[in-house]
């Protein structure tokens, strides 16, 4: 469109109004104007009404260079232009929107009639602007709800903590048009740490990240209140080293009826638009749903362990209030046969099958004290392992056995030998629970024991002070199994 009057104006507002797509719309308006006016260049810059500076620039006609010195200017293109220039604001309803700009037009100055037209467009941009930004924010809030939707059925279908804190960066990423997602954790060193990350690229850098103790950003986060940064990089408050590559970001509480389970960050590139009013608002509000999942999902997860571990125990207390009680009451009929038997070969006969029987009642009792141990989340340091046998016949034993260590037990004790002391432990134990009258038991794990024949060695002491068969108390049991 070469410069003109009315079909030239009609043809440019229709052009303007005809696409919902807000940005869409608005670069329609900057090169429709400069088609009316016949101008070389035009810039609209939406201002931000929080910053009192342009928040996106769309242009015609311009450089990269000439839309960075738009960019640098207080007023955005009301700063340019002097006598060669034109500019009007954009309202939508009585807000101003923005600000259309034109220069350099060609075969003379603007004129009087330039001017009435270039109003007359923003004018009917600011109607379509409106109606395009009513439709952006409908689908904005539709994509969120959605969002927030699919994170609370992800999360209560049973998914791992680590992996739920995953989907909630990722998805919150995603509805955000973030560079990243991340989850943040409280220390307990008080400052924070990133548990889960979400970028289209290797996020490994990011795990693991802490904003140390004393940070300024730490009081609103630590105190459960969101924190908007308009440029991470430059931020004072902004201390961690991964910072210099993001610009504008979000830090939401994931908080729940007053349980702050963490801070989702979304951060944005550098240089990247900063978030809309209507973005913060929804995001914000997909936390708190992210958090509420999170809480509804944990509580969950804990109904299930308690379930199987009430299961677990309710099957450990038949085996040793039934199963036990009967086979030891077998074994004492046949052992009180056994002596009033005269038959050599019946004696032998019976003496083995009290030896069987024997044997059978510790087995069960073995698996007692195992049933008695949490069913998830076992501790995976050799160490902790032995703790938990211990804590797990503490149940039974109506008493917590004393434990020692000696020697760096976790970096000589390898998985075979662990496998066969844990086992051995567990026998012992069992065998000192049934011993009358006991009060106490020591447990030594010695991880620098000499073998007999010289070599280096791991060995295990178990002593009660039960009642022994033949009246005298106190019983040790010992392992020993090359390292």
Do not use: C
């Amino acid at each position: 469109m070469a410069g003109g009057g009315l079909p030239e104006l009609l043809e440019a507002v229709l052009n303007v109004g005809t696409d919902l797509e807000l940005r869409t719309t608005l670069q329609h308006l900057v090169e429709s104007a400069a088609g009316l006016t016949d101008a070389r260049t035009g810039a609209l810059a939406v201002v931000d009404p929080d910053r009192g500076r342009p928040a996106e620039l769309y242009t015609v006609g311009m450089t990269e260079e000439d839309r960075r010195h738009i960019g640098s200017l207080p007023g955005g293109p009301d700063g340019l232009g002097g006598p060669d220039g034109l500019g009007v604001p954009v309202r939508v309803h009585t807000e101003v929107f923005g600000h259309l700009f034109l220069t350099g037009k060609r075969g003379g100055p603007f004129t009087e009639e330039d001017l009435a037209m270039v109003r007359v467009l923003a004018s009917q941009a600011g109607i379509a602007i409106g109606n395009a930004r009513l439709y952006e924010t409908a689908r904005q809030r539709e994509r969120w709800i959605e969002g927030a939707a699919a994170v609370t059925t992800a999360l209560l279908t049973g998914e791992a903590a680590a992996d739920a804190l995953m989907t909630v960066a990722e998805r919150a990423r995603l509805l955000a048009d973030a560079a990243a997602g991340v989850v943040l954790q409280p220390t307990d060193e008080d400052g924070m740490e990133i548990v889960a990350a979400s970028t289209p690229h290797d996020p490994g850098d990011l795990v693991g990240t802490t904003i140390a103790p004393g940070s300024p950003v730490l009081v609103p986060l630590l105190g459960g209140e969101p924190v908007f940064i308009e440029d991470s990089a430059t931020d004072p408050r902004m201390t961690t080293h991964v910072r210099t590559r993001f610009g504008p970001s979000m830090m939401l509480p994931l908080q729940s009826g007053g349980k702050l389970i963490g801070t989702l960050a979304l951060p944005r590139r550098r240089g990247g638009r900063p978030y809309t009013a209507v973005e913060r608002q929804l995001a914000s509000q997909f936390a708190s749903q992210a958090a509420l999942a999170l809480v509804l999902a944990d509580a969950r997860a804990d109904r299930e362990r308690l379930a199987v571990y009430e299961d677990r125990d309710r099957i450990a207390r038949d085996l040793h209030d039934l199963v036990i009680q009967r086979l030891f009451a077998t074994e004492m009929m046949l052992e009180s046969t056994r002596r009033r038997a005269s038959d050599a070969v019946a004696v032998d006969l019976l003496g083995r099958a009290v030896d069987e029987l024997d044997s059978t009642i510790q087995e069960v009792r073995t698996a007692i004290f195992a049933l008695q141990q949490p069913p998830a989340e076992a501790p995976r340091s050799f160490r902790g392992r032995v703790l938990r046998e211990t804590g797990g016949a503490a149940a039974l034993l109506g008493f917590q056995p004393s434990v020692r260590f000696t020697g760096a037990v976790d970096a000589l004790v390898t998985d075979p030998v662990a496998e066969q002391l844990l086992a051995a432990l567990r026998g012992a134990l069992a065998a000192a629970h049934r011993r009358a009258g006991l009060t106490a038991v020591d447990v030594e794990v010695d991880a620098m024991t000499t073998l007999p024949d010289g070599r280096p060695g791991i060995g295990l002491t178990v002593t009660d002070d039960g009642a022994r068969d033949d009246g005298t108390r106190g019983t040790t049991v010992t392992w020993q199994s090359p390292r």
